[in-house]
């Protein structure tokens, strides 16, 4: 399955760090990284085995990530708890419609939507938009908010920060740090999910890589939880962050698919 396997740990714990510097710093692209990285760079030569194992390592990862946010005060866990449970179930849905939707134009359609996301975020951003935690009705629209970005997350087949910072910050008007910290709880749980699924098909996950991934995760993260701290000390700046790496993705993957 796997490519030159004597050149491979470092090469692992390097893209670990990668995967683990983005979840830590802007609550996403952990799932959509991890995947081509495997892929292209670590030598995994299955997809499905590659999402398996990346799935598991994004999970682990998120979790481990999760602390340093916990101990800054950057989680806010009831919100957490209500987001999550109906996550889980719109990403039990989304997954099952995605199986019968052509891969190329999920990648399209996903790359549009992370472009109308960035546009979004960078309005806000320009209107000078205040949060207002809590917002009213705020449970009830982290469930409803909770199953609409899990569907989308289970359609498109991603562990969905990039859908549930943003998620976060409409539903509840909590600031773009506290909803990177809380967005990790929520990444953790739908890989944790989508990895266990795989096992049950009998997928398996290349056991040595996930660990490597999460040794080389695990430095990343603490590195973004740094510089996602230092940047929430300037207004705006980390959902301009947010918003330029949602754009760069959006525009890797229409490329990839304009070139087939």
């Keep these: 399955m796997i490519a030159d396997p004597g050149a491979l740990p470092a090469v692992a714990v390097f893209c670990g760090t990668l995967v683990g510097f983005s979840l830590a710093l802007i609550g996403g692209g952990g799932s959509m990284l991890a995947m081509p990285l495997l892929l292209y760079v670590v030598g995994v030569k299955d997809p499905h085995e590659a999402i398996g194992t990346g799935a598991l390592a994004v999970s682990l990862n998120a979790f481990a990530n999760l602390i340093p946010h916990a101990r800054a005060g950057h989680v806010r866990w009831k919100a957490a708890f209500v987001f999550a449970p109906p996550m889980i179930i719109g990403a039990w849905l989304g997954s099952t419609l995605g199986k019968i939707v052509d891969g190329k134009h999920l990648v399209f359609l996903f ?11 960078i309005r806000g951003r320009r209107n000078n938009a205040q949060s207002t935690w809590p917002k009213p009705h705020m449970l009830p629209r982290l469930g409803a908010v ?25 539903a509840s008007g909590m600031s773009t740090i506290y909803a990177v ?46 510089l996602a701290k230092r940047l929430a000390s300037t207004r705006g700046a980390l959902n301009l962050v947010f918003a330029g790496a949602l754009v760069v993705v959006a525009g890797y993957m229409l490329w990839r698919t304009w070139h087939g």
């Design 111 to 121: 790359a549009l939507l992370m472009l109308v996301v960035a546009f979004l975020m």
């Design 146 to 170: 909770g199953f609409g970005a899990g569907t989308m997350a289970g359609f498109f087949g991603i562990g969905g920060g990039f859908l549930y910072v943003p998620g976060l910050i409409f």
């Design 181 to 226: 910290g809380t967005s990790l709880f929520a990444v953790g749980t739908s890989a944790l999910t989508t990895s266990l699924s795989y096992m049950h098909s009998g997928i398996m996950p290349e056991w040595h890589i996930t660990l490597e991934f999460i040794g080389g995760g695990i430095v990343g993260g603490w590195l973004g939880a740094m």
